[in-house]
T-cell receptor, first 114, second 110 residues
Framework: DVKVTQSSRYLVKRTGEKVFLECVQDMDHENMFWYRQDPGLGLRLIYFSYDVKMKEKGDIPEGYSVSREKKERFSLILESASTNQTSMYLCASSRNRDHRETQYFGPGTRLLVL | QQQVKQSPQSLIVQKGGISIINCAYE??????FPWYQQFPGKGPALLIAIRPDVSEKKEGRFTISFNKSAKQFSLHIMDSQPGDSATYFC?????????FGTGTSLTVIP
């Protein structure tokens, strides 16, 4: 079974802090994704990566950056957290770059920015 | 602008009934339409998916109906069970583009 793990289930940070969200997948998947999930807005793609050190902007990349130094690990970085970044963050991975491949999601990190 | 519009926002169905969730899209370049199911405290998981070259796909109690000319697709859950209570997301994608609907919270009452 594919397993996607996220470093924290809950996180509380202060405005202006730098925040790191970590995601690890154990199935040698090429593609990894970061989404945020908000009530009434569904899932929105922030960034995705199809290879080590590669990244592509999704729909809402502003205020975020990502890092993929190893194939299995994809990090989401909030350079200076703001209250409007309070959300549920979901990481996903898929086998390869084919957009029709199943995305496997982690359990999510609920981030509260005070 | 919402690329994929989903309705209803919430749905309550009696056990044994049919649950229907609808989605519409604008971009005719989308060529893959999956549905994801999410239980509380879990990430979404793929339920069923369809490509636009077919009008219907069935897997067990779950059926996707696809209307290419109307740019609409829907999920039908037959014989709905309390264990189907979850949030359902439709999605649409093409190369390097992935869009999800806003979600439907389904409650199946015994």
């Amino acid at each position: 079974d594919v397993k996607v793990t996220q470093s924290s289930r809950y996180l509380v940070k202060r405005t202006g802090e730098k925040v790191f969200l970590e995601c690890v997948q154990d199935m040698d998947h090429e593609n990894m994704f970061w989404y945020r999930q908000d009530p009434g807005l569904g899932l929105r793609l922030i960034y995705f990566s199809y290879d080590v050190k590669m990244k592509e902007k999704g729909d809402i990349p502003e205020g975020y950056s990502v890092s993929r130094e190893k194939k299995e690990r994809f990090s989401l970085i909030l350079e200076s957290a703001s209250t409007n970044q309070t959300s549920m963050y979901l990481c996903a991975s898929s086998r390869n770059r084919d957009h029709r491949e199943t995305q496997y999601f982690g359990p999510g990190t609920r981030l509260l920015v005070l | 602008q919402q690329q994929v519009k989903q309705s209803p926002q919430s749905l309550i169905v009696q056990k044994g009934g049919i649950s229907i969730i609808n989605c519409a899209y604008e971009n005719t370049a989308f060529d893959y339409f999956p549905w994801y199911q999410q239980f509380p405290g879990k990430g979404p998981a793929l339920l069923i998916a369809i490509r636009p070259d077919v009008s219907e796909k069935k897997e067990g109690r779950f059926t996707i109906s696809f209307n290419k000319s109307a740019k609409q697709f829907s999920l039908h859950i037959m014989d709905s069970q309390p264990g189907d209570s979850a949030t359902y997301f439709c999605a649409a994608s093409r190369v390097n583009q992935f869009y999800f609907g806003t979600g439907t919270s389904l409650t199946v009452i015994p």
